[in-house]
T-cell receptor, first 113, second 108 residues
Framework: NAGVTQTPKFRILKIGQSMTLQCTQD?????MYWYRQDPGMGLKLIYY???????DKGEVPNGYNVSRSTTEDFPLRLELAAPSQTSVYFC????????????FGSGTQLSVL | AQRVTQPEKLLSVFKGAPVELKCNYS??????LFWYVQYSRQRLQLLLR??SRESIKGFTADLNKGETSFHLKKPFAQEEDSAMYYC??????????FGTGTRLKVLA
């Protein structure tokens, strides 16, 4: 059981480039999330999804886009990378009901230079 | 506004000493609060949730609505407790807000 899988683990982008951070989960969870973790700033919610076809903005959505065409996948798109987007990105998923806890991926370390 | 505040970035204690990691929240509704932990080279994972009123690895946390706090406590710290601890608030339907985290270092 792989849980939540994020790719790539590391990436360096130049300013203005675009990329997609991939996230997939094999637990049939409805809820999926993208967070960024900046030093001293904790985890900030970028976007989340409560099911296929449904997404919503979190605390810091500017500069990012998401889609949720399947239950398993929740990619995060950066269209025009900026140095301010240098961060560690975490994807998480959660089932519903009594087992309400977030399962996190291992993270993607992104540097924009 | 929905907010979680963890005032300490770093907390150092000696092995066997009591530990208290502070968490305060701001939320207009009935809060649900959690503690997540990230050990070195491991994924972020749930430690405990207030609704379960459980003790995990010797840690407990009590929700104090009057003080809007959810402090994490352990009577005797162990070296393996060294980790990054995050307090989280369920702010609305399935939307989770995290604090800035506290790094706990347990010294031998």
């Amino acid at each position: 059981n792989a849980g939540v899988t994020q790719t790539p683990k590391f990436r360096i982008l130049k300013i203005g480039q675009s990329m997609t951070l991939q996230c997939t989960q094999d637990m049939n969870h409805n809820y999926m999330y993208w967070y960024r973790q900046d030093p001293g700033m904790g985890l900030k919610l970028i976007y989340y999804s409560v099911g296929a076809g449904i997404t919503d903005k979190g605390e810091v959505p500017n500069g990012y886009n998401v889609s949720r065409s399947t239950t398993e996948d929740f990619p995060l798109r950066l269209e025009l990378a900026a140095p301010s987007q240098t961060s560690v990105y975490f994807c998480a998923s959660m089932g519903s009901g009594q087992n309400e806890k977030l399962f996190f991926g291992s993270g993607t370390q992104l540097s924009v230079l | 506004a929905q907010r979680v505040t963890q005032p300490e970035k770093l907390l150092s204690v000696f092995k066997g000493a009591p530990v208290e990691l502070k968490c305060n929240y701001s939320y207009s509704g009935s809060p649900e609060l959690f503690w997540y932990v990230q050990y070195s080279r491991q994924r972020l994972q749930l430690l405990l949730r207030h609704i379960s009123r459980e003790s995990i690895k010797g840690f407990t946390a009590d929700l104090n609505k009057g003080e809007t706090s959810f402090h994490l406590k352990k009577p005797f710290a162990q070296e393996e407790d060294s980790a990054m601890y995050y307090c989280a608030l369920k702010g609305g339907t399935y939307k989770y807000i995290f604090g800035t985290g506290t790094r706990l270092k347990v010294l031998a």
